[in-house]
């Protein structure tokens, strides 16, 4: 049984999908274990809640130094045991050394098909309006696992949504969540679970199903 650790920050619309996944059995042999939020007004934790699964909220802003938050927050996180740690809306720079303590165990949903409108300054409805912006006719959105960069880790699974005339921000980013990454997330979780997901030469591949 995989133990699953999400992080939150925000309305936790891809956790309730994970939660829901699992309860539906669209992912197999995995369990939330715990989730962790940095804001105390996420509504993700209401949802955690819910749905029975332990939710503490740590915030950088509860400490002197992030040096400080840095190395309270991975004790935290080791205290769950967790095979996978999913950050789903977490706006908080995860720790180096959580990093090194979990490599290609860590796994983020951006909102965007990596490498396009990703990086510092690219999240939420900013990677929305970015594509927009440019007038771009597909996006989407990426499950990938965590490096040191930001958004920068192996991919692991995308998928691709058109953008539609007249389309805002808020559209767009309504239709990549409900037809992407509430999809693909889950999908991501369930593979690893599985252990048909392999790092090789820095980029991730998803093995065959027996
Ligand atoms: C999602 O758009 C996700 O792609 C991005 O942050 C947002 C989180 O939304 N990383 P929610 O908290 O899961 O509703």
Redesign the pocket.
């Known amino acids: 049984m995989l133990r699953v650790l999400v992080l ?8 309730q999908a994970v939660l829901d996944s699992i309860a539906e059995g669209r992912i197999r042999d995995a369990e939330v274990t715990g989730v962790i939020s940095n804001n105390p007004n996420a509504y ?1 934790l209401e949802r955690a809640k819910a749905a029975g699964v332990p939710g503490k909220c740590i915030s950088p802003k509860s400490f002197d130094t992030r040096e400080e938050f840095n190395e309270k927050f991975l004790e935290a996180v080791d205290e769950y045991r967790p095979d996978l740690i999913v950050l ?2 977490f706006l908080v720079v995860i720790p180096p050394a959580m990093i090194s303590r979990y490599r290609n165990r860590i796994i ?4 965007s098909l990596i490498p396009s409108f990703c990086g510092t300054g690219y ?2 409805l900013k990677v929305h309006e970015a594509a927009l912006e440019r007038g771009v006719k597909v996006v989407g ?1 990426t499950v990938h696992f965590v490096d040191e960069g930001t958004d920068t880790g192996p991919i692991i699974l995308q998928k691709a949504v058109e953008v539609q005339p007249g389309d805002t921000p808020k559209a767009l ?1 309504k239709r990549v ?1 409900e037809q992407a ?1 509430w999809r693909i997330l889950p999908e991501a979780i369930d593979l690893i679970a599985q252990g048909r997901v392999r790092v090789t030469d820095g980029r991730a591949v998803v093995a065959e199903e027996d």
């Open positions: 939150v920050s925000g309305g936790g619309t891809n956790l993700a789903a809306g983020n949903i951006h909102p999240y939420g959105a980013q969540m990454e």
